[in-house]
């Protein structure tokens, strides 16, 4: 039986990436909808980008969603430094054939969850937490519907990306990160302690250009314009995976380590906004509320992803 998901995203390369990889595996996953939130470029541009790669990877069914523009309660912040003023930089945009759904996405979680049985649907959240934290505010009674909540973001020992403390998903909104690690229902967190170890490579792109069909050709494509931010700040041949982790872990669990911790998001200092406070070593007596990556198979994981490349048309 597939396993329900639904995602929430802000492509973003990266997103792109799990994306694909979640459309080549619709024997294992049913994917009930795509939301799109503001994050690494404003809600007007994830917007459409999600109706792009859904073209890409010639989607006719999934439907998709536009979510929030705007974090609670901060500013928040967009990313174009590293993923291009379109979000999605490396590929041609176009005007896509897949629209949006006039259901918001907020509605349309809340509306598919009050619908589901109880522990049903995982959501998976990839950017920051304004969808998923908006449902459970606007409508708590979705909470038992939710099986798991498996998310990119967070960071421990690899200190933040945006600020020294903060990794960006949680940045952005780290009110709606607060009210999701504390929503009560399990949840798998892959922080930058493990995307860190799934950087690309240039070995990675030769793999995915030998691959004859449009999607892994827009995936090089993507990756060769991600790469190049995340290389020259980290002295790495190409940049982190961080959104593919998540389907990854759903496809094959066995290729992560997992601890179960808890994780308590920082919102009130200017300082550390935003830090996810991963207690590893159990020192408190908090709620192990998150089951935390801090491992992974690099070797396994990107032969997932090629294999999964492989298998959309030419
Ligand atoms: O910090 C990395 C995360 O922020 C990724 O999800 C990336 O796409 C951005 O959303
Ligand atoms: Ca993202």
């Not at 509605?107 to 109880?118: E, G």
């Amino acid at each position: 039986m597939p396993r329900k998901i639904i995602i929430d995203c802000d492509p973003g390369q990266d997103d792109a990436l799990m994306l694909f990889l979640a459309f080549a595996a619709q024997d294992e996953l049913e994917i009930l909808g795509v939301c799109a939130v503001t994050g690494n470029v404003p809600l007007e541009k994830t917007q459409r980008n999600i109706c792009i790669l859904s073209d890409i990877v010639g989607n006719k069914t999934v439907p998709m969603f536009a979510g929030c523009d705007k974090p609670l309660e901060t500013e928040g912040a967009t990313a174009e430094y590293v993923h291009g003023e379109d979000g999605i930089d490396g590929i041609d945009i176009f005007d896509p054939v897949t629209k949006l759904e006039s259901k918001g996405a907020v509605d349309f979680i809340i509306d598919t969850l009050m619908s589901a049985a109880d522990n049903e649907i995982t959501l998976v959240p990839i950017g920051p937490l304004i969808n998923i934290a908006t449902a459970i505010l606007r409508e708590p009674a979705i909470l038992p519907k939710i099986r798991e909540i498996v998310l990119m973001g967070g960071a421990m020992r690899e200190g933040g990306n945006v600020t020294p403390s903060a990794e960006f998903n949680i940045y952005v909104d780290p009110h709606a990160a607060k009210i999701v690690f504390e929503c009560g229902r399990p949840i798998v967190a892959f922080g930058l302690d493990v995307t860190h170890q799934v950087f690309t490579s240039a070995e990675v792109l030769d793999r995915i250009s030998t691959i004859d069909n449009p999607v892994a050709k827009a995936s090089h494509d993507l990756l060769s314009f991600f790469g190049r931010y995340d290389a020259d700040k980290y002295g790495t041949e190409g940049a982190p995976l961080h959104d593919p982790c998540t389907i990854a872990y759903l496809l094959k669990p066995e290729l992560f380590a997992l601890k179960s911790c808890n994780v308590r998001v920082e919102t009130q200092s200017a300082l550390t906004m935003g830090h996810t406070a991963v207690d590893f070593w159990g020192v408190t007596n908090e709620p192990k509320n998150t089951q935390w990556a801090y491992q992974v198979d690099r070797d396994g994981f990107f032969e997932l992803l090629i294999e999964r490349l492989g298998r959309y048309r030419a």
